[in-house]
C-alpha cells in the first residue's frame, strides 16, 4: 500500500539527478549511508538482504540535514543469506571452468526491514555511489552492477524492479513469491529461484484435498505477499473444488492487539478445524501471544513458505498449540563448505574484501560483549576479532538451509549467464547483425537474454532453469513440526509437492506426520458432512457452498453433489446411491399370465386338431357332407392358426415377431372368416336354388367358385400385410414411459393406418358375414348352420368390439395379453358355436346324423 508513493519519491529523485547534470559531468544529490559489505572485481554483483528486520526513522525537518535511520533487531537468517552470497562469489572465483580469467566482486546492502532503506539501496546499486563522474563522448566501463540477487520481501521487491525492470537490469530473488513478479509486461527483467505464490496456493490445496479438508480459515499477512495470495487462494480453491473459506482474515502491521484478539475470537467461533497461515513469521508470533491468551486448542496449523521452517516460533509456550503444524517450505539443498566459511568469517582476516559494519553486528549479536557503536554506545567497539567457534548460534546450523539455497541458486545463474554472454563467438551472436555483448558495452537486457536461457545442474543435483515468466522449477518440501516428548520440537520433512509434465504431484509419508490431537489422528474439518446415500445436497442461504441440507432424492436419481438421474435403462437402487439396469417387462412365457395363455392356445389348437380328426373320420355321414365339408376343413386349419399365432405375441418382442405376429393374425383371421362367409353364402344359394326357378344361382357357388373367392379375400389382406410392412414395418421398442422403473419391450405398429386397415378387413367380412347369417337364420331346415354362423359372428364382433378400448387401455405386456386374450376368445368362439353342436351329434346322437334327420324328414318331435 506504501508503494508507489515511495516509488515515485525515489524515482523522481534519481531521475532527476541525472537529468539535471552539467554538460560534462554528473553528480548525485547526496549519497546514502547504508551498511553493506562489498568486495571488488572485473564484475560486481548487487545484493539486498534483511540483516536487521525493524529501523528506527527520525523526525525529518527542513532545517536540518536529515539523520539515518537506525537499523535494529539482528536477524541471523538474514545475515546468512548475505554471507551465502558472499561464498557463492568466492567459490565462482576459485573455478576454473567457470568464468575464466575473470573476478565476480559484490556490493551487498542490508535493507533493515525498510521499504525506504531497501530502495535506497537499489538505487545505489543501479547508479554507484561515486559523488561525481565524467560523461564521456564515448561511454566505456562496466556499470555498477551487472545484476541484484534479492530482495526478501514481495513489497520491497515490487517497487524496486519496478524501477529497474524500466532499464532491464536483471533481478534473481530468493524469496520473494509475489504471484504478481510473475507479469512479464510489468516486470520485464525479474527472476527468482523460489517457486510463486501460484504454486504455493496449489500446493496447500493439493494437501487440503489429500485430507479431505474441505472447511478451513485463512489468515494473511497486510502486504503484497498476503493480500496477492488471499485472491489467488479464493479463485483457485473455487475451481479445484476443494473445499470453502471459513472465513479470512487480514493480520495486522505493528501492534494492534484489539484487532488480534478480534481475528483470534472468529477462529474460535469458528467450526473450522483447519487454519491457513501467508504470512511472516512477525506476524505469527504476535497472533500466537494471543492465541495462548486466549488458549484456542484443536486446531491444525496450516504454515506457508515465510514460516513452515522457521525456529523462533517453536518455544515452550507456543508448541502445545503449535505441534503437528503441516506447511510447505523451500526446497532444501546442501552447500559444501558453508559452515566453515561461516566460522572463519573476521573483518580483520579480509580486511580488503568485507566491509566492516555487518560483520562488527554479526560480532555484537553472536557474543554480546561489545558494541557495533550504534546500537550500544556505552560498550566497547566490536573489532571483529571476538572468538565465535564456541558461540551456540542457529547461525553455523546448515543442515537445514533453504533461503540460503536459493541464494546460492541465484548466484550461479547470474555467473552461467554472465559466463554464456562472454563464450559468445563474434559473428554468431544472437544479437543485431549476429553481435555479442561485451563487458565494456553490455546493456542489461542482454544479460536478460541469457538469463532466459539458463539451465544448469546444482552439485546437490536440482536442475535450475526459468520459465517465460522468470520461474524456477516449483518445488517444495512439505513439513511437519513435531513435538517429541521431552519437550524439544523438530521441524521433518514429510513429503515434497511439485509441477512436473505429468502434472501436480504430491507425495506425503503420512506414517512419519506428527498430530496433535488425543486421537493422533487427522482432524476432520468440513462445514457439513457428507450426505447419506439417497440424498442430496441443498447448500444453506447465504453460507459457503460447502455448508448444505442433505434432501432425499427423487426416484430416479442418485445422489452426488446434486441428484442425478440415472441412464434412460437404468432406475435408482433402493438405496439411491447408485444406478442398477432398470427390469425389463414384456409377456413373458414363465409368468402365470403367459403360461395361462399359451395353455389355451395351446388347447384350442388340440381341439381344432380332435375336431378335424372327427371330421375327417366321419367325412361320409350327412352332417359332414351337408355342412360343405372342404370348407369345414379349411375352416378348421385356419382357427388352429389362429390359436397358434396368439403365441407370437408371448416372448420378448424381435424383430422378426414383431412383423409376423399382426400380418399372422390377420391373414389367419381373414382366412377363417372368408370361409364363414363362403359358407353363409353356399347356405343362402341352396335356400333360394330350392325356390321356383332358382337353379340357376347354384352354378356361382361351385367347389371352385367357393375355393377362388376364399382365396381371393384372403389375398387382399396379404397384400394389404405386405405393403404395411414394406413401407411402415413393426419393431421391437423399449418403451420407458409406462413405469419409470421398468422397461417395457413392446412391439410399435410402425403405421396406425396400417394396422387399423387390417382390423377394419376383418372387421368388413365379419359384419357382412353376420349380416349373411342373420338373414338366413330362419330358413326351413332342421339343422340350419345359418343360426350358428349368426351365433358365432356375434361373439366374434363382441369380441373384437370390447379388444379395441381394452387394448388402448392397457400399459405394457397387458396390452399383449388382451390381444392374445381377444384372439383366443374369438377363435374359442368360433370353434365351439360352428363345430360344438355337430360334433355332439356326431359323437353322442349319431341317431340324428341321417339325411332324413338333418332335411326335417323321419323324426317326430319329442
Not at 568486495?39 to 560486481?44: E, L, Q, S, T
Not at 473445499?243 to 487480514?250: N, S, T
Request: proline share 5%; net charge neutral.
Amino acid at each position: 500500500r506504501v508503494v508507489y508513493p515511495i516509488l515515485l519519491l525515489f524515482s523522481t529523485s534519481f531521475f532527476f539527478s541525472v537529468s539535471s547534470a552539467l554538460s560534462s559531468s554528473c553528480k548525485l544529490r547526496r549519497q546514502f549511508h547504508l551498511n553493506g559489505l562489498h568486495k571488488a572485481g572485473d564484475v560486481v554483483l548487487g545484493g539486498l538482504f534483511e540483516v536487521h528486520y525493524t529501523s528506527v526513522f527520525p523526525e525529518w525537518t527542513f532545517t536540518s540535514e536529515p539523520e539515518q535511520p537506525t537499523c535494529k533487531g539482528f536477524d541471523t537468517q538474514g545475515f546468512r543469506h548475505t554471507m551465502t552470497m558472499v561464498f557463492a562469489v568466492d567459490e565462482i572465483n576459485s573455478n576454473s571452468n567457470l568464468l575464466p580469467n575473470l573476478t565476480l566482486g559484490y556490493s551487498l546492502y542490508d535493507n533493515c526491514g525498510a521499504l525506504v532503506i531497501g530502495f535506497r539501496a537499489a538505487l545505489a546499486l543501479a547508479s554507484g555511489q561515486e559523488e561525481q563522474f565524467l560523461l564521456q563522448e564515448n561511454c566505456f566501463g562496466t556499470p555498477p552492477v551487472l545484476g541484484i540477487v534479492g530482495d526478501s520481501y514481495s513489497t520491497f521487491t515490487i517497487a524496486t524492479s519496478n524501477v529497474l525492470g524500466l532499464f532491464r537490469l536483471p533481478m534473481v530473488s530468493h524469496f520473494a513469491t509475489c504471484s504478481c513478479l510473475s507479469d512479464r509486461q510489468r516486470f520485464p527483467s525479474f527472476f527468482r529461484t523460489i517457486p510463486s505464490d501460484a504454486f504455493q496456493v496449489r500446493a496447500m490445496i493439493q494437501i487440503l484435498k489429500h485430507f479431505g479438508w474441505t472447511w478451513v480459515g485463512l489468515l494473511v499477512s497486510d502486504d503484497d505477499y498476503g493480500l496477492h495470495v488471499a485472491r489467488s487462494f479464493q479463485s483457485d480453491l473455487v475451481q479445484a473444488g476443494g473445499g470453502c473459506l471459513a472465513y479470512a482474515e487480514v493480520l495486522p502491521w505493528g501492534n494492534d492487539p484489539a484487532e488480534l484478539r478480534r481475528i483470534v475470537d472468529v477462529m474460535k467461533k469458528s467450526t473450522a478445524r483447519v487454519v491457513m497461515v501467508f504470512a511472516h513469521e512477525i506476524h505469527i508470533y504476535k497472533l500466537m501471544e494471543e492465541v495462548v491468551m486466549q488458549n484456542v486448542t484443536g486446531l491444525q496449523w496450516m504454515a506457508s513458505e515465510a514460516w513452515a521452517s522457521v525456529d523462533v516460533l517453536q518455544t515452550p509456550d507456543f508448541m502445545p498449540y503449535l505441534g503437528g503444524t503441516l506447511g510447505i517450505a523451500i526446497r532444501r539443498g546442501e552447500i559444501a563448505g558453508f559452515k566453515d566459511f561461516l566460522l572463519r568469517i573476521h573483518p580483520n582476516q579480509h580486511h580488503n574484501n568485507y566491509g566492516n559494519s555487518l560483520v562488527r553486528v554479526y560480532s555484537y549479536n553472536l557474543t554480546g560483549n561489545c558494541s557495533t557503536g550504534w546500537v550500544e554506545a556505552g560498550r566497547a567497539l566490536c573489532t571483529g576479532q571476538e572468538v565465535l567457534h564456541n558461540v551456540e548460534s542457529e547461525l553455523f546450523d546448515v543442515s537445514n538451509l533453504r533461503p540460503e539455497y536459493n541464494v546460492y541458486k541465484a548466484v550461479y545463474a547470474l555467473a552461467y549467464a554472465i559466463d554464456d554472454m562472454l563464450s559468445c563467438v563474434p559473428g554468431r551472436g544472437p544479437f543485431s547483425g549476429h553481435s555479442c555483448a561485451t563487458l565494456q558495452r553490455l546493456e542489461p537486457w542482454q544479460l536478460v537474454y541469457y538469463l532466459d536461457k539458463v539451465n544448469f545442474t546444482t552439485p546437490f543435483g536440482d536442475q535450475v532453469t526459468f520459465d517465460e515468466n522468470g520461474d524456477a522449477l516449483p518445488i517444495y518440501d512439505v513439513m511437519n513440526w513435531l513435538w517429541l516428548p521431552d519437550g524439544k520440537a523438530k521441524i521433518q520433512n514429510v513429503g515434497e509437492v511439485k509441477e512436473s509434465a505429468k502434472g501436480k504431484e504430491l507425495t506425503l509419508d503420512e506414517a512419519k506426520i506428527f498430530w496433535n490431537f488425543e486421537s493422533k489422528q487427522p482432524p476432520w474439518s468440513v462445514c457439513s458432512e457428507s450426505c447419506p446415500p439417497g440424498t442430496r445436497m441443498a447448500r444453506k442461504k447465504g453460507e459457503p457452498e460447502c455448508c448444505f441440507d442433505c434432501i432425499p432424492c427423487s426416484e430416479g436419481k442418485i445422489n452426488s453433489m446434486e441428484c442425478t438421474s440415472c441412464p434412460e435403462d437404468f432406475w435408482s437402487s433402493p438405496q439411491r446411491d447408485h444406478c442398477v439396469p432398470k427390469k425389463t417387462e414384456f409377456l413373458s412365457y414363465q409368468e402365470p399370465l403367459g403360461i395361462c395363455l399359451t395353455t389355451a392356445s395351446l388347447l384350442g389348437t388340440f381341439i381344432c386338431a380332435v375336431v378335424l380328426v372327427i371330421f375327417i373320420y366321419h367325412r361320409s355321414t350327412p352332417m359332414v357332407r351337408a355342412n360343405n365339408s372342404e370348407l369345414s376343413f379349411l375352416l378348421l386349419v385356419s382357427l388352429k392358426l389362429c390359436f397358434l399365432c396368439s403365441l407370437l405375441f408371448i416372448g420378448r418382442p424381435s424383430q422378426w415377431t414383431c412383423q409376423l405376429r399382426h400380418a399372422a393374425f390377420g391373414i389367419s383371421f381373414v382366412l377363417c372368416v372368408s370361409c364363414i362367409l363362403v359358407k353363409t353364402m353356399v347356405v343362402l344359394a341352396v335356400f333360394k336354388a330350392s325356390q321356383p326357378g332358382g337353379g340357376a344361382s347354384l352354378k356361382w357357388f361351385g367347389a371352385v367358385q367357393q375355393r377362388g373367392t376364399v382365396l381371393v379375400l384372403t389375398s387382399i389382406q396379404a397384400t394389404i400385410c405386405t405393403a404395411w410392412l414394406v413401407s411402415f414395418s413393426p419393431v421391437p421398442h423399449k418403451n420407458t414411459q409406462y413405469y419409470n422403473d421398468k422397461i417395457v419391450y413392446e412391439c410399435v405398429v410402425g403405421s396406425t393406418i396400417g394396422f387399423a386397415v387390417l382390423l377394419g378387413y376383418i372387421s368388413l367380412l365379419a359384419i357382412l358375414s353376420f349380416l349373411l347369417a342373420f338373414l338366413a337364420r330362419n330358413l326351413p331346415d332342421n339343422f340350419n348352420e345359418a343360426k350358428l354362423i349368426t351365433f358365432s359372428m356375434l361373439i366374434f364382433c363382441a369380441v373384437w368390439v370390447a379388444f379395441v378400448p381394452a387394448y388402448v387401455n392397457s400399459p405394457g405386456k397387458y396390452a399383449d395379453a388382451v390381444e392374445v386374450f381377444a384372439i383366443l376368445a374369438s377363435s374359442f368362439g368360433l370353434l365351439v358355436a360352428l363345430f360344438g353342436p355337430k360334433c355332439y351329434i356326431i359323437l353322442l346322437r349319431p341317431e340324428r346324423n341321417t339325411k332324413k334327420a338333418i332335411m326335417g324328414r323321419g323324426t317326430t318331435k319329442s
